[in-house]
Nanobody
Framework: QVQLVESGGGLVQAGGSLRLSCAAS????????MGWFRQAPGKEREFVST????????VYADSVKGRFTISRDNAKNTLYLQMNSLKPEDTAVYYC???????????????????WGQGTQVTVSS
């Protein structure tokens, strides 16, 4: 089992930046692929980015490519999402998620993840 707690959300103007963090409990963080998803009001949850166990492989949604950067610090059991050049359409609740240790590589589908955080709100004003 792993518990995930996101932080770092808030209100920012368009063009601004935010850095989300996801703190994971337990000793198995480094054995899990991790991901960020988001859900805007009235919309389905969508994939944002994923990183493999070592941090050496990442995947991004086309909508955030070149603006967002996912990273992880396995020594600190923490996942990050650096968000730059934010747009109003980035407004959503952002969730971090973890796979089972048996998962190999990156994971771009929500069904690949077994553990989810409670989410952190990101609001980008125009």
């Amino acid at each position: 089992q792993v518990q995930l707690v996101e932080s770092g959300g808030g209100l920012v103007q368009a063009g601004g930046s935010l850095r989300l963090s996801c703190a994971a409990s337990g000793r198995t963080f480094s054995s899990r692929a991790m991901g960020w998803f988001r859900q805007a009001p009235g919309k389905e949850r969508e994939f944002v980015s994923t990183v493999n166990k070592s941090g050496g492989s990442t995947v991004y949604a086309d909508s955030v490519k070149g603006r967002f950067t996912i990273s992880r610090d396995n020594a600190k059991n923490t996942l990050y999402l650096q968000m730059n050049s934010l747009k109003p359409e980035d407004t959503a609740v952002y969730y971090c998620a973890a796979t089972l240790p048996s998962w190999s590589g990156t994971a771009t589908y929500a069904r690949n993840y077994n553990f989810w955080g409670q989410g952190t709100q990101v609001t980008v004003s125009s």
